[in-house]
């Protein structure tokens, strides 16, 4: 028995806890979590997930700034993204905005405008930046 095993990308801690926005929802405004977060439905506003992963489904539309450990697109997201950890942008993912993260994979068939702000550990001493917060 071979069942098709979807290729998601999550690395969350064992135990830890995900919310999963479902198909059908359509939701605006501001999400500040503590737990892995999947979105399979819309959202327009701004995601903060400090120290756990942002997933947009392959049916996920998201229009935010988002700001997150790691971030996997399998959908659609308009907004900037910053990744503490990791960006995914996988083959089915349309992303359009500027990305700050440690690492950024970009799958072939992946769609994606913007720039990319690869950033150091602010412990190593990055050359010439200047951090930003917001």
Same mark, same amino acid.
């Given at each position: 028995?071979?069942? /098709? =095993?979807?290729? =998601?990308?999550?690395?969350?801690?064992?135990?830890?806890?995900?919310?999963?926005? @479902?198909?059908?929802? !359509?939701? +605006?405004? +501001?999400? !500040?979590a503590g737990e892995d977060l999947l979105i399979e439905g819309q959202f327009d506003g701004t995601?903060?997930?400090?120290?756990?992963?942002? =997933?947009? @489904? /392959? %049916?996920?539309?998201?229009k935010a700034e988002v700001r997150a450990r790691q971030v996997v697109i399998q959908g659609s997201m308009i907004g900037n993204i910053q990744a503490r %950890?990791? !960006?995914?942008? +996988?083959?089915? @993912?349309?992303?359009? @905005?500027?990305?700050?993260?440690?690492?950024v994979a970009i799958e072939d068939g992946a769609y994606f405008k913007g720039s990319i702000?690869?950033?150091r550990d602010a412990g190593a001493g990055a050359a010439g930046g200047a951090s930003s917060s917001r």
């Open positions: 028995m071979s069942e /098709p =095993t979807p290729k =998601t990308t999550i690395s969350s801690a064992p135990g830890s806890q995900r919310t999963c926005i @479902g198909r059908t929802v !359509v939701a +605006q405004g +501001q999400i !500040v995601i903060s997930l400090n120290d756990h992963c942002l =997933t947009v @489904g /392959p %049916e996920g539309r998201v %950890e990791k !960006v995914d942008i +996988q083959r089915t @993912g349309n992303v359009v @905005g500027d990305i700050a993260a440690a690492t702000d690869i950033s």
